[in-house]
């Protein structure tokens, strides 16, 4: 929120979490704020927070999306059963 509404800007933050027949889980996040800087990819791999989120998705056999459309998205997409995830690596 801190970068999505800096100095007080007013905005909408929308959760959505959505499970589709196939068991596929979707959490998406988006935001009517400031937008992501133009420098965006270039900082992506250095930041915790995407790091961590994408890590997530990762542990959870899911993917993380990130859309750039008038809103900022982030969906993590995930299997719903723990027995279709991946096993864990050494």
Do not use: N, W, Y
Not at 36 to 43: A, C, G, K, N
């Amino acid at each position: 929120m801190k970068h999505a509404f800096p100095e007080g800007r007013a905005g909408e933050l929308r959760l959505a979490l959505h499970v589709d027949p196939a068991g596929m889980v979707r959490l998406c996040v988006s935001d009517t704020g400031v937008g992501l800087s133009p420098d965006f990819e270039t900082r992506r791999t250095k930041s915790l927070g995407l790091q961590l989120v994408s890590d997530l998705a990762r542990q959870l056999g899911g993917a993380l999306e990130i859309e750039r459309t008038p809103e900022v998205k982030f969906t993590v997409t995930f299997p719903l059963t723990r027995a279709s995830r991946p096993a864990p690596t050494a």
